[in-house]
T-cell receptor, first 116, second 113 residues
Framework: DQQVKQNSPSLSVQEGRISILNCDYT??????FLWYKKYPAEGPTFLIS?????DKNEDGRFTVFLNKSAKHLSLHIVPSQPGDSAVYFC???????????????FGKGTKLSVKP | KAGVTQTPRYLIKTRGQQVTLSCSPI?????VSWYQQTPGQGLQFLFE???????NKGNFPGRFSGRQFSNSRSEMNVSTLELGDSALYLC????????????FGPGTRLTVT
């Protein structure tokens, strides 16, 4: 059973417009939610995270929104740039998950294409 | 600081063989986790080591094992390779704080023929 879901395998956006990537989760014990970006032949790179006690975190062009009642989070990229084209993974971590440091549970990723 | 390094970057093995992959974490990071990435399953957690002890384990068969050395470097081993083990194996290190933030290496691309 997937605990972290990214239902859109791909997203295409025009340069300069907003990209919105969505993620749903099922486990209310998750403490932190993270977004990673991955280029081909490279490991995932941390982008931005949010604690479960917050509903918004912003870092430059990237903003993550968390709706705990809906168990939903989204990543907004404004404005989108061609260099943002990559696979974006949503991940969740829970300190008490499994009784130890929570390891990351990843969604399957959304491939973002930003067209010039 | 140098990032997470993984060796080798690419590997081709034959079904039935075994393989060992190596990971050097960021200096000061004591936690090392391993993940398997495949096109169909995404990134799946294999196991985590902290101070030479396996602290968490994912849902993989016993053919997958690992260890961590006193300098925090880690190795993972896959015995009796199967075609389905072809994947990108990613190592990540962290400070093991509550944020869950992990830093990934470039991965080892394993192909089993």
């Amino acid at each position: 059973d997937q605990q972290v879901k990214q239902n859109s395998p791909s997203l295409s956006v025009q340069e300069g417009r907003i990209s919105i990537l969505n993620c749903d989760y099922t486990n209310s014990m998750f403490d932190y939610f993270l977004w990673y970006k991955k280029y081909p032949a490279e490991g995932p790179t941390f982008l931005i995270s949010i604690s479960s006690i917050k509903d918004k975190n912003e870092d430059g062009r990237f903003t993550v929104f968390l709706n705990k009642s809906a168990k939903h989070l989204s990543l907004h990229i404004v404005p989108s740039q061609p260099g943002d084209s990559a696979v974006y993974f949503c991940a969740a971590s829970g300190w008490n998950y499994g009784g130890s440091q929570g390891n990351l549970i990843f969604g399957k990723g959304t491939k973002l294409s930003v067209k010039p | 600081k140098a990032g997470v390094t993984q060796t080798p970057r690419y590997l081709i093995k034959t079904r039935g063989q075994q393989v060992t992959l190596s990971c050097s974490p960021i200096s000061g990071h004591r936690s090392v986790s391993w993940y398997q990435q495949t096109p169909g399953q995404g990134l799946q957690f294999l196991f985590e080591y902290f101070s030479e002890t396996q602290r968490n384990k994912g849902n993989f068969p016993g053919r997958f094992s690992g260890r961590q050395f006193s300098n925090s470097r880690s190795e993972m081993n896959v015995s009796t390779l199967e075609l389905g083990d072809s994947a990108l194996y990613l190592c990540a290190s962290s400070l093991a704080d509550r944020s869950g933030k992990e830093y990934f290496g470039p991965g080892t691309r394993l192909t089993v023929t």
